[in-house]
């Protein structure tokens, strides 16, 4: 469904990405993972052209976004949720308002299909009872779930998760990768994540792949990963307390 073919990228004469390719298949939950500053924000954004690769292509589908502009890539960008790291709520609109707002600036949707649909997703986040209150009355977590209801509300294809455990308590954190299991489960998305928190990624996604030094170092499943030789990624595991006999396994109920 996505596909990176050779994506070189730099900012500010700093590479960024060298020579960067993979495949996102239809319906699974990819993860980005790696530490702070090593390209996974920058990835994401190649996947709806934010930003443009200076070498290589993206393909969404049979789409070619990377070389998409104008009523075309606005075609392409119709097919993606975006979840920011803070959710980015507008503190003047209530949280019903916030969800409703990519409804009513980019559909004809009648008033009252826009209220059934918001009623609809915030019912899914488990945001139901909460619809009215402004986003300073609600905790991080719950505006991450209103986030999440915003980039669901148009039904995409795919959802882009950028960080969507950050700045969490553990507990919260694992309330939201259960969300973003149940978004597949339910909906059926294709789902990407980009984080730094391995037990998120080692708990929802089907995939994994390591960034280090502008390249993909590892790409394989959870157990895989968690198994892996490679210094960098054993690296990366021990810095977090994750073990070979650790706790990380997905439970699947």
């Given at each position: 469904m996505i596909r990176f073919e050779h994506i070189s990228k730099s900012l500010g004469g700093r590479p960024i990405l060298n020579d960067v390719s993979f495949t996102i298949e239809k319906g699974e939950t990819f993860a980005i993972v790696g530490p702070s500053g090593v390209g996974k924000s920058v990835t994401l954004k190649h996947m709806v052209r934010l930003l443009t690769p200076d070498e290589g292509r993206v393909w969404v589908g049979d789409d070619?976004?990377?070389?998409?502009?104008?009523?075309?890539?606005?075609?392409?960008?119709?097919?993606?949720?975006?979840?920011?790291?803070?959710?980015?709520?507008?503190?003047?609109?209530?949280?019903?308002?916030?969800?409703?707002?990519?409804?009513?600036?980019?559909?004809?949707?009648?008033?009252?299909?826009?209220?059934?649909?918001?009623?609809?997703?915030?019912?899914?986040?488990?945001?139901?009872?909460?619809?009215?209150?402004?986003p300073d009355e609600i905790s991080g977590g719950m505006r991450k779930r209103a986030g999440l209801a915003r980039a669901l509300v148009r039904q995409p294809e795919i959802v882009l998760y950028d960080e969507p455990t950050s700045g969490l308590d553990p507990v919260t954190s694992r309330s939201i990768d259960a969300l973003i299991d149940e978004m597949q489960d339910k909906l059926g998305v294709t789902s990407v994540v980009v984080t730094h928190d391995l037990h998120s990624a080692l708990s929802i996604a089907s995939r994994i792949a390591m960034l280090h030094g502008g390249r993909i170092v590892e790409l394989t499943d959870p157990e895989g990963f968690v198994n892996s030789s490679n210094p960098e990624v054993r690296d990366f595991l021990?810095?977090?307390?994750?073990?070979?006999?650790?706790?990380?396994e997905r439970k699947r109920g």
């Open positions: 070619c976004v990377s070389e998409s502009s104008g009523s075309e890539l606005e075609r392409i960008r119709e097919r993606f949720g975006y979840l920011f790291q803070g959710g980015a709520l507008l503190a003047w609109l209530d949280v019903a308002e916030n969800v409703a707002l990519p409804l009513r600036e980019r559909t004809d949707m009648s008033e009252n299909e826009i209220l059934e649909r918001v009623d609809y997703v915030l019912g899914l986040v488990g945001l139901g009872a909460d619809a009215h209150k402004q021990d810095s977090q307390y994750i073990t070979k006999e650790g706790s990380w």
